[in-house]
């Protein structure tokens, strides 16, 4: 069964650094990988998605995630974050058409 | 920008009651989809619809969850005798394409 993990369950960086928040999938044969935003009180937003094509895709709000298959990771990455970014990240992968397989989420939270 | 919406945002019901969340996905899609989201845990699937039928289900959508898709805009969820352990945030998602779902802001559920 696929799966994806999330090795950091929380993430503190101070305002206007980079941010990296980590996550691997098992392998499959055809493999469609996602990150979702979850902002306080509020509900998932599709952050990115990687079905096919270039490996690295570009996102809203200035993220981007590389797709690495020799590596089985699909990391989440921001050059320079803002107090408006803390929220939860959950990566997830699609298994069939029918369901997403969510990860554990990591907590990003911004410090001024 | 259309967006799914649920009813209500919170809903508190005693054990062993019925309860109805309910969902309008957007207007063009045709795959529908709950998940739940137990308090500081990850997002999970339960079930996803398609052509006025289950197209999967997980093993925690046993014979107390039913869905229904009762007119031409709402999607349903229906829990028969709420359990303690049903207190969660559930999520309506819809989806165009099969491979990106749109969710809905969530109806939290609280069982006493």
């Known amino acids: 069964a696929q799966s994806v993990t999330q090795l950091d369950s929380q993430v503190p960086v101070f305002e206007e650094a980079p941010v990296e928040l980590r996550c691997n999938y098992s392998?499959?044969?055809?493999?469609?990988l996602f990150w979702y935003v979850q902002y306080p009180n509020q509900g998932l937003q599709l952050l990115l998605k990687?079905?096919?094509?270039?490996?690295l895709v570009k996102g809203i709000n200035g993220f981007e995630a590389e797709f690495n298959k020799s590596q089985t990771s699909f990391h989440l990455r921001k050059p320079s974050v803002h107090i408006s970014d803390t929220a939860e990240y959950f990566c997830?992968?699609?298994?069939?058409?029918?369901?997403?397989?969510f990860g554990s989420g990591t907590r990003l939270s911004i410090r001024p | 920008e259309p967006e799914v919406t649920q009813t209500p945002s919170h809903q508190v019901t005693q054990m062993g009651q019925e309860v109805i969340l309910r969902c309008v996905p957007i207007?063009?899609?045709?795959?529908f989809y709950w998940y739940r989201q137990i308090l500081g845990q990850k997002v999970e699937f339960l079930v996803s619809?398609?052509?006025?039928?289950?197209?999967?289900k997980s093993e925690i959508f046993d014979d107390q969850f039913s869905v229904e898709r009762p007119d031409g805009s709402n999607f349903t969820l229906k829990i028969r005798s709420t359990k303690l352990e049903d207190s969660a945030m559930y999520f309506c998602?819809?989806?165009?394409?099969?491979?990106?779902?749109?969710f809905g802001p969530g109806t939290r559920l609280t069982v006493t």
């Open positions: 998602a819809s989806s165009g394409y099969l491979y990106e779902q749109y």
């Open positions: 392998s499959s044969v055809s493999v469609y």
């Open positions: 990687y079905l096919s094509g270039s490996t």
């Open positions: 997830a992968v699609i298994p069939s058409a029918s369901k997403i397989i």
């Open positions: 207007s063009n899609h045709l795959y």
């Open positions: 619809f398609y052509n006025n039928e289950i197209s999967e």
